[in-house]
């Protein structure tokens, strides 16, 4: 039987799943794998609050670099988050010699590529299922399973905080009112902007789109945007013309030219996708010999992200037995050079809810504003009559670019009888 010692810097709500698991399924890992995995040291500041498990507190210390340079332990899971000092946790352990597991999705997608690059030069594996879709295998699937595939779409729900609320807002309630029953239900953050404003999201996609086109992709050249200008007033016209919405973060490449961006979407109420709710998460990946693929499961929580970390250990743990680190590269083949497209020279179709004042010639001077910016009407209708207060007019334009869609909501917003912010929302098709 083969032994490998971990050690886990990081003992919240994550770490703690990773032991409870490993405790639990310790004998069914060593049945199929010939390994017995063994948890030699675990780091965290804090250890007052109970987690429910019982631990040897002989195992435990504050100082992470106990694990660091302890030379029998093999594999570093970095489970505390953020970027320093996680950064610096990591390169260290992989220039000690040892292969890292880590779940840190904002840290990957900011400062990934000279992590990976270091994992390269020490020969070290370095693996991070759980960055993305906390239990859904899909960096395995990519990594591995579809090598041999070209891809050139993915869309994905990678945010269960923000797929949660807007289940709730298709029932009615407003943005405020499903986030805060998305916090006493523990969907959500206390401080939930990461989630609601799309960053969570983007973290993720910059990873996936990494490992999708082989570049080497960061935080920064993706275009993010957040559900909080939503009402469940889109939600409803969304229904009316045969959509519903998602966030969704998306990435293409046509002839070398790439877009990433997270933003609210209409999709069409037959897709995959649109079936997702609550807290669940899905990615719909097209490959040109597999085809359409869809991966579902539950993209947060304990259970499922320790399922995926322990799965990362397991993987390590065999190419250490069997002498195979590097086995999975953590570079691929990065290209030299790729264009991502900017967000205003995209084209696409977008729904438009404008509020405005029940009076005769405001309709004729939004349709003139999206005529002068090349915006042509594919379906408009007004909902309610009432010379009081502004109603909703609420188009469907056919194919637009996202510059001239901007411009011209400048322009509507300014007219006097225009009330509030025109919420536009792209099409995915």
């Known amino acids: 039987m083969e032994k490998v010692n971990i050690g886990i810097i990081g003992f919240g709500n994550i770490g703690s799943g990773v032991v409870k698991l490993l405790k639990k399924n310790s004998s069914l890992i060593k049945e199929r794998t010939g390994i017995e995995i063994c948890t030699r040291k675990i780091a965290d ?11 040897d507190k002989k195992i435990l210390t504050r100082d992470a670099r106990e694990i660091i340079d302890d030379p029998q332990i093999q594999i570093v899971a970095e489970l505390i988050g953020g970027i320093h000092p996680a950064k610096e946790f990591i390169i260290n352990s992989l220039k000690k010699g040892k292969s890292v597991v880590t779940a840190n999705k904002a840290l990957l997608a900011q400062e990934g590529q000279e992590i990976l690059k270091t994992a390269l030069e020490n020969g070290q594996d370095i693996y991070f299922e759980a960055s993305v879709c906390g239990g859904i295998p899909i960096i395995k699937t990519i990594r591995e399973a579809m090598l041999a595939n070209r891809i050139n779409y993915m869309a994905g729900i990678i945010n269960g905080t923000s797929n949660y609320i807007l289940s709730r807002m298709e029932e009615g309630l407003t943005f405020k009112q499903a986030l805060i029953y998305a916090q006493k239900k523990g969907v959500a953050e206390k401080k939930p902007s990461l989630d609601i404003e799309g960053i969570d999201a983007a973290h993720k996609l910059a990873i996936l789109g990494s490992l999708i086109f082989d570049i080497p992709l960061t935080f920064k050249n993706i275009y993010s945007e957040g559900i909080s200008s939503l009402t469940p007033m889109d939600l409803k016209f969304a229904k009316e013309f045969g959509y519903t919405v998602k966030l969704l973060a998306i990435a293409k490449e ?141 188009m469907m334009t056919h194919e637009a670019k996202e510059k001239d869609i901007s411009e011209a909501i400048k322009k509507i917003d300014k007219l006097p009888a225009i009330k509030g912010n025109t919420v536009r929302i792209r099409v995915e098709e």
């Open 45 to 55: 500041i804090n250890f007052k609050k109970n987690r429910g498990i019982k631990i």
């Open 254 to 394: 046509d002839k070398g030219n790439f877009q990433f961006r997270v933003n609210p979407a209409l999709i069409s109420a037959k897709h995959p996708l649109a079936t997702v709710r609550d807290e669940y998460n899905a990615v719909y990946i097209k490959g040109d010999a597999v085809g359409k693929m869809l991966f579902y499961g539950k993209g947060a929580g304990q259970s499922p992200t320790a399922s995926a970390v322990l799965s990362d250990i397991i993987d390590i743990a065999r190419n250490l037995k069997f002498e195979t680190c590097g086995r999975i590269t953590p570079i691929t083949y990065y290209k030299k050079s790729y264009n991502v497209i900017p967000i205003q020279q995209l084209k696409g179709l977008y729904y438009l809810r404008i509020m405005a004042v029940d009076k005769p010639g405001v309709l004729a001077k939004i349709s003139n504003i999206l005529g002068e910016h090349n915006i042509s009407i594919a379906s408009v209708f007004q909902k309610g009559r009432n010379k009081a207060e502004a109603v909703p007019i609420v």
